[in-house]
């Protein structure tokens, strides 16, 4: 008997990945469903992932670039063998400009590869600094290539 697993991948905007993955015995991923609430380039970005999830779940291959499919496949894996261990995951990152840490990962997913760029689109880490090292450990942990 196979499992199912469901795991939801966030985008900037409230774009919305939903994966479900049908496993057979021994990890198989028999079937994948990709489904998404979003534009044109979430549908870009699901065309991307549909082609590399193939094999065994534990013998897929971490993607290893840094483009937002890349990082997005990264989680998605991650999350279902149970080893998504990011650095912070409090609610909120930054407390000075009331910053939901989900902005400030959809924003590294969408493109903002430095602290600097994740500040410039979030505001995060622009007042006190307090919490500069938690958007640097994100941004570090999201662009980790395997
Ligand atoms: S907590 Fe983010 S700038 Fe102060």
Request: with cysteine; aromatic share 4%.
């Amino acid at each position: 008997m196979g499992t199912t697993k469901i795991c939801k991948v966030s985008l900037r905007g409230g774009d919305e990945v939903e994966v479900c993955l049908d496993l057979g015995q021994d990890g198989e991923i028999l079937s994948s469903t990709l489904t998404g609430i979003g534009g044109p380039q979430l549908l870009s970005l699901l065309s991307e992932w549909r082609g590399k999830l193939k094999g065994r779940l534990t013998e897929v291959a971490l993607p290893s670039g840094t483009t937002s499919a890349d990082m997005m496949i990264r989680e998605l894996l991650l999350k279902v063998r149970g080893e998504w261990k990011p650095p912070y995951t409090d609610e909120e990152l930054c407390h000075c400009r009331s910053v939901p840490t989900k902005i400030v990962e959809q924003a590294i997913v969408m493109g903002a590869d430095s602290p600097e760029i994740v500040s410039r689109w979030t505001s995060a880490s622009t007042a006190c600094g307090t919490c500069r090292k938690d958007v640097e450990a994100l941004v570090a942990y999201r662009k980790k290539c395997a």
